[in-house]
Nanobody, 116 residues
Framework: VQLVESGGGLVQAGGSLRLSCAASGIIYSIDAMGWYRQAPGKQRELVADITSGGITNYAASVKGRFTISRDNAKNTVYLQMNSLKPEDTAVYYC???????????WGQGTQVTVSS
């Protein structure tokens, strides 16, 4: 099982980035998929998640600026990040939950840096 993230990078405040995460090697249906982030010296926190049916949930700090979406046929989840702020700087991780196996899989993380 592998989750591969892409799309991170360096952007100025107010800019946009789109993260992608593709899951492979999972033969069961993926339930929720989500994005988390971890800034230096801080705990990992939920950014947004989405169920297989498309129900979304966002952290208050990103609501209205970030949009999560997924392509179930491709086992891929996306995070469109607009109006980025320096405080959004972190390593972003995606995850995928497979409830029938009671397992959660994680990607390796992608760095997002927002300069002021």
């Amino acid at each position: 099982v592998q989750l591969v993230e892409s799309g991170g990078g360096l952007v100025q405040a107010g800019g946009s980035l789109r993260l992608s995460c593709a899951a492979s090697g999972i033969i069961y249906s993926i339930d929720a998929m989500g994005w988390y982030r971890q800034a230096p010296g801080k705990q990992r926190e939920l950014v947004a998640d989405i169920t297989s049916g498309g129900i979304t949930n966002y952290a208050a700090s990103v609501k209205g600026r970030f949009t999560i979406s997924r392509d179930n046929a491709k086992n891929t989840v996306y995070l469109q990040m607009n109006s980025l702020k320096p405080e959004d700087t972190a390593v972003y991780y995606c995850n995928a939950q497979v409830r029938v196996l009671r397992l959660t899989y994680w990607g390796q993380g992608t760095q997002v840096t927002v300069s002021s």
